[in-house]
Structure formats: C-alpha cells, structure tokens
Nanobody, 131 residues
Framework: QVQLVESGGGSVQAGGSLRLSCAAS????????VTWFRQGPGKERERVAS????????????YYADSVKGRFTISQDDGKNTVYLQMNSLKPEDTAMYYC????????????????????WGQGTQVTVSS
C-alpha cells in the first residue's frame, strides 16, 4: 500500500527555518516525482517544489515556484525514500498546510503541475509563520 507521511511542520517567527520531511513507502519504483503543495487559508492549493527521485540530480530534476526560489530547497535521500523541503527566511505568507504528493508514470518521468494528476497524497503538516 502506497503511503506518504509528512512531518516537520510547526510555528516559527518570520525569518526562521523549518525542514519538512515526506517519507514514502509502498512504491514499486524509486523513479517518480514528489511535489510539495501548500494550501493557505482561503486559498487554492498551489505547487511549491518538485523533485524527480531515483535518478541522479541535475538540471531539470527540480522545480520551484517563483515565490520560494532562493529560500526553499527540495532534496531527496533515496536510501531512506524520503524527500525534504528545507524552508529558510520564512514569511507570514508561507503559512499554510503543506502536503507532499507523488506521481508515477511508467512511460514518462516528469512532474505534472496540476494537483489533479497526483493520486498519492500525504495527510499534510501545518506551517505557521508569525510576523
């Protein structure tokens, strides 16, 4: 059974840092896309960062939303089957429920931009940034 479990959320002051973890289990392949989405109060769920796992990292294997570029870093530990989201210089507008989602396609290794294409989701972890 496929399972994604997020952890690492919490409350911090603006300028602080948090590291989120997404532990994956039950996947038959290590080669997949893992994306962090977030949903703030009264907002639609938005894509934050993506990474292609199970491959050598390099150009094109990660994606960041413009709003988090230079502040967030997505990384993977294939041995632990875990994806991390290091969040630095946090702002109040980063306050949201953060979800990790996984996408696997046998014929195409890519990261879809839309939530509808992901059929494996974690339960979410809350991040609250105060000013």
């Amino acid at each position: 059974q496929v399972q994604l479990v997020e952890s690492g959320g919490g409350s911090v002051q603006a300028g602080g840092s948090l590291r989120l973890s997404c532990a994956a289990s039950g996947f038959t392949s290590r080669r997949k896309c893992v994306t962090w989405f977030r949903q703030g109060p009264g907002k639609e769920r938005e894509r934050v960062a993506s990474i292609l796992t199970g491959i050598l990292t390099g150009s094109g294997s990660t994606y960041y939303a413009d709003s988090v570029k230079g502040r967030f870093t997505i990384s993977q530990d294939d041995g632990k089957n875990t994806v991390y989201l290091q969040m630095n210089s946090l702002k109040p507008e980063d306050t949201a429920m953060y979800y990790c989602a996984a996408y696997f396609n046998l014929y195409r290794l890519w990261c879809p931009p839309d939530t509808e294409q992901y059929n494996n989701w974690g339960q979410g972890t809350q991040v609250t940034v105060s000013s």
